[in-house]
Structure formats: structure tokens, C-alpha cells
């Protein structure tokens, strides 16, 4: 019944169209029109609606409403805004479905027009139920894609450090341990070095040696009675 409220003259209406076959038959599917994507909105239906709303490179913004609902048709210029206000964006896509005359999988909410967003890479749409405003959408949209760049930005940082850790233990293989060459592996120019460093560090040796060891002999006591006796004598 073409009508979001149940009332008797509602009832009566869409009970005279459907005797009169002129009521609009439910179809799983309306056609995919030809300019579909063509527009600040797309326009799904139920054959591409899967396709477009589980891209795992966009962020599928979708209105889900019904033709005859005055609240859907007060709300689609607000939509178009939307639309273009993210019309160069990477990632955001705007899109609308009738969800009358469109079967999807997907679990409905009692009344029209309700707003779902479906997040790249992800299989799980989450329930918009803020206001019906451009700022209440557009904040809605930066929230998520904000948190998934941030999510983004930190796996991606935890992937280099596992990068540049790998890559500096290999170079760590890569590079040969020095080893220790005996003396018969040593070549003559070390040779030459060596023997030269011995002769200096054995003249160095030497000199040491000789300032250390110098004796002088001091006398011992005052000189004997017997020598200045002598001394006298001679005198």
C-alpha cells in the first residue's frame, strides 16, 4: 500500500486501485536506468544495490525512502546538496533507493525515510540517527571516515617498523663477521707494521728502563777519625 499511514481512507483508496488493477505491482527490482550514476545522487535499485554499497573502496552514504512519503520528498534537494558537496571526494559516494519497488537484504526500519552509511571494506552498514541537516550528515560522514584514516594511519605504521626491522636484519646476514687471521695469514705489509710497532714499543721499553734504574751512591755517616789525622799530617 503506497501510503505510510493506516487509515481508513488510505485503505479504501489502495483497496479500489488494487480491483481496479491500477495499483503499482511490488518487483525485486526496477530496472537500472541508463544515467544511473550520473547525478549528484545515485540512483540504486535492487540489482546494482549490493555492487555499489559493499565497494570496499567507498564510503556509500544511502537514502532509503519511499515515492509517495511527503518527509522523502522534503528531504531529496538536502540530499542533492549533500551530493555536491562531496561530489570530488575519493571516497564518498551519495546515493538513494526506493525501497518500495527494490528487494535487498537488509533489515527495514518501520518508517521512511531512514539514512545508512556503508563504510569501505566492511559488510556491516551503520544506522544514521542524527538530524536531518546538512551538518548533521556531513558530520556524521567526516566522524567515520576520520576514525577509519586514523585506524589506517596506525596499521600502516606498525607495518613499517616490521619492514624496517626485517630489512635491517638482513642486512645484518648480509654483512660477513670479521674473523681473526692468524699470523700466517697476515699479509707482509702487516708484517712490516708489526715488526715495526715491536721495535718501537721495545725502545720505548728501554728508555724507560734506563731513566728508572739510576743509583746515586750517597755517603754514609761523617768520614773516620784515621782520615783526618792523615789529612792533618799531610798539611
Known sequence: MPSD???????????????????????????????WDQGLV??????????????????????FYAPWSKKCKMLFPLLEEL????????????????IT????????????????????DSQQAVLYKGEHTLKGFSDFL???????????????????????????????????MMKKESPEQQSPELENVTKHVSKLEESAGKKKTSEEVVVVAKPKGPPTQKKKSKVKEEL
Open 5 to 35: 499511514d493506516i487509515t481508513y481512507e488510505n485503505l479504501k483508496k489502495f483497496g479500489r486501485s488494487f480491483l481496479s488493477k491500477n495499483a503499482k505491482k511490488h518487483q525485486s527490482s526496477e530496472e537500472i536506468p541508463k544515467h
Open 42 to 63: 545515485k540512483q540504486l535499485m535492487g540489482k546494482n544495490f549490493n555492487t555499489v554499497a559493499f565497494d570496499k573502496e567507498k564510503d556509500v552514504f544511502v537514502m
Open 83 to 98: 551530493g555536491r558537496k562531496y561530489q570530488n571526494h575519493s571516497t564518498i559516494v551519495i546515493a538513494k533507493i526506493d
Open 101 to 120: 519497488a527494490n528487494d535487498i537484504q537488509l533489515m527495514y526500519l518501520d518508517r521512511y525515510p531512514f539514512f545508512r552509511l556503508f563504510p569501505t
Open 142 to 176: 567526516e566522524s567515520h571516515i576520520k576514525t577509519r584514516i586514523e585506524d589506517e594511519d596506525e596499521l600502516l605504521s606498525v607495518e613499517q617498523n616490521e619492514v624496517i626491522e626485517e630489512e635491517v636484519r638482513a642486512k645484518e646476514k648480509e654483512v660477513p
